[in-house]
């Protein structure tokens, strides 16, 4: 059975249970429909009983029996004579009624266990129960009470066994019913089974699909539905959506580290080669080798914020995350920073008030801001200003801005600083290499807040916003 698919198992769990309840059904069928013609044979009894009561008539003399209408059967009886209607003579769908004195003594009719009977007392309207021969008799008493029929009683008797064609008649008829509903149930089960488990055999060409082609944009196709195998063929589409993602982002690594990488390493592989050449004097051997160390300080830079880059864009969960005062960490890093007076820049900062708290990561905040402030010294004028602003928004939400009245960006490429490796002014950037403000809006994002920028009337405002705790 562990070899079987997933249809055929359904199928046969569905079998077996339709098999139980199919002999619960036919149990309880048939035990309903016993108790049911039961009480229809009593029930039969007491009205075949009932009935003949008025069948029996009693009359003082013959002349009044042969006055009276048509006599069918007439016995002695005290002075008179008991008038029978010849119906009585029969027995009725196995219902034998016999007349009796109270005494016991049979005076007309037919009782076929009567010797059986002889030692049971008249109960007057009340259902009484005998065993013979191992089968049940239902005995229904009813006392003629009229002028003339006093102390007599009609007996009536049936067995229990007079249901017992229609009993066999259902049970075969159940026998040939619930078997044929069990059969059509199984097929129409197996084909239900099998639409229902369509999904999942789409869910499998899909995942197949991808893992013989590479095709990570394959997406499986189900149509609208919100069942459960809806949702696994919306989780299976979200986890080829990070997949997809992730390749995307690893082959971005790839191409960004071979291009970025390789005017550093050309540089040292010109530098080793140029030193090789013939024999140096140590100061030009120091100076290959500080020229190498600067390139290989260059790559090992360039390689870990590309990695930082790549974590951040997946979503790590290597940066825990924390209740972080944006307050101080704004006022001690500035501080920190005004320090530097590159070029005379001055930075100036301010708070709304302390302790704005953030849910995130410290470290990562702090780079955030050090990218900004780096990146307004690198573009600022001499003698220029760079102003740091944290305050609160009317929505809740925590506003920092850093702005610098440097060289400004062009509108047309306010977006393009957001891409990796992208300088918009390539004259001066001997220290960077394209990725701080990359970094930064990854940063953004990881916090679930925004960054974006503002430049123009001879001012850059670069506005980060995110959610206040």
């Known amino acids: 059975m562990k070899n079987w698919s997933i249809r055929g198992k359904i199928t046969l769990w569905f079998a077996a249970f339709l098999i139980v309840m199919a002999g619960v059904s036919g149990f309880t069928v048939l035990f309903a429909s016993n108790q049911v013609i039961q009480k229809t044979i009593r029930d039969g009894l007491v009205n075949t009983v009932e009935r003949n009561v008025d069948e029996i008539e009693y009359y003082a003399d013959l002349d009044a029996l042969r006055a009276s209408a048509q006599v069918q059967h ?11 209607d010849d119906d009585f003579l029969d027995e009725v769908n196995e219902v034998y009624t016999a007349l009796y004195q109270s005494s016991g003594t049979l005076l007309y ?48 008797v049936v067995a229990e066994t007079q249901g017992s064609q229609q009993i066999s008649d259902i049970s075969h008829l159940s026998l040939i019913v619930l078997p044929s509903l069990l059969l059509v149930s199984l097929a129409g089960g197996y084909m239900i089974a099998g ?3 369509r999904p999942v055999q789409d869910i499998s060409d899909a995942a197949a699909k991808i893992g013989s082609g590479g095709d990570l944009k394959q997406r499986i196709r189900l149509g609208a539905g919100r069942d459960e195998l809806h949702q696994l063929a919306d989780r299976f589409n979200e986890m080829f959506s990070r997949l997809e ?62 990695l930082d ?11 825990t995350r924390e209740r972080v005062d944006l307050s101080e960490l704004v006022s001690d890093l500035c501080g920190d920073m005004a320090l530097i007076g590159e070029r005379g820049i001055r930075l100036e900062y301010i708070t709304q008030q302390p302790q704005l708290m953030v849910y995130g990561n410290k470290g990562l905040l702090g780079r955030l801001l050090t990218n900004l402030i780096s990146n307004a010294y690198r573009y600022g004028k001499d ?4 102003w740091v602003s944290l305050q609160t928004a009317e929505n809740g939400r925590i506003i920092l801005t850093v702005t610098d009245d440097g060289i400004g960006i062009p509108k047309e490429e306010q977006e393009k600083i957001f891409q990796r490796f992208y300088q918009a002014d390539r ?26 920028v503002e430049s123009g009337n001879g001012k850059t405002v670069f506005i980060l916003s995110l959610p206040a705790l």
């Open 245 to 306: 993602a992730s390749f995307d982002a690893q082959r971005q690594f790839t191409s960004d580290a071979s291009h970025e990488l390789r005017t550093p390493a050309a540089v040292i592989l010109a530098q080793c080669e140029l030193s090789l050449e013939r024999q140096r004097t140590p100061e030009e051997y120091e100076d290959a080798l500080v020229v190498i160390q600067r390139q290989g300080r260059k790559m090992n830079r360039l390689i870990g914020d590309m």
């Open 109 to 156: 009719g037919e009782n076929p266990i009567a010797e059986a009977l002889s030692g049971l007392r008249f109960i007057d309207g009340q259902m009484q129960q005998v065993k013979v021969d191992g089968l049940v008799y239902y005995v229904f008493d009813r006392e003629l009470s009229r002028q003339g029929l006093e102390r007599l009683w009609l007996r009536g």
């Open 309 to 319: 880059f790549t974590r951040l864009e997946q979503q790590s969960e290597s940066y």
């Open 195 to 197: 639409r229902m488990l």
């Open 427 to 452: 004259s001066r950037t001997g220290a960077g290499i394209g990725l701080g403000l990359s970094m930064a809006r990854e940063i953004a994002r990881f916090h679930g807040g925004m960054l974006t």
């Open 74 to 84: 007439s016995i002695k009886y005290k002075a008179g004579f008991l008038k029978i």
């Open 383 to 386: 003698n220029g200003h760079i």
